[in-house]
Nanobody
Framework: QVALVESGGGLVQAGGSLRLSCAASGRTFSRYSMAWFRQAPGKEREFAAAIGGGGGSTYYADSVKGRFTISRDYAKNTVYLQMNSLKPEDTAVYYC?????????????????WGQGTQVTVSS
């Protein structure tokens, strides 16, 4: 069992940056593969980025590749999403997700644990 708490969202102008954090409870953080998904108003939840339990494997949606970076700090049980060159179309609620065992990075239905979400709004 793991509890996830996101933070770091807010309002930023286009071209700006934000760093989201996802703090995980528990002592087995390294067993979990982690991901960030996002959901804009009226749209389906979509994959943004994912990182494996060992931290060596990362995946990005084409829409964020080159602008977003996912990372994890094992000492702090925290996953980060550094978002640069933000665009208005990045506006969404961003959710952190976790799964142990077999990992399908981009499939939201395969993740077992979810945070409550943090709002990111990018103004033009």
């Amino acid at each position: 069992q793991v509890a996830l708490v996101e933070s770091g969202g807010g309002l930023v102008q286009a071209g700006g940056s934000l760093r989201l954090s996802c703090a995980a409870s528990g002592r087995t953080f390294s067993r979990y593969s982690m991901a960030w998904f996002r959901q804009a108003p009226g749209k389906e939840r979509e994959f943004a980025a994912a990182i494996g339990g060992g931290g060596g494997s990362t995946y990005y949606a084409d829409s964020v590749k080159g602008r977003f970076t996912i990372s994890r700090d094992y000492a702090k049980n925290t996953v980060y999403l550094q978002m640069n060159s933000l665009k208005p179309e990045d506006t969404a609620v961003y959710y952190c997700a976790a799964v142990s065992g077999k990992w399908y990075p981009t499939d939201s239905s395969k993740y077992d644990y979810w945070g409550q979400g943090t709002q990111v709004t990018v103004s033009s």
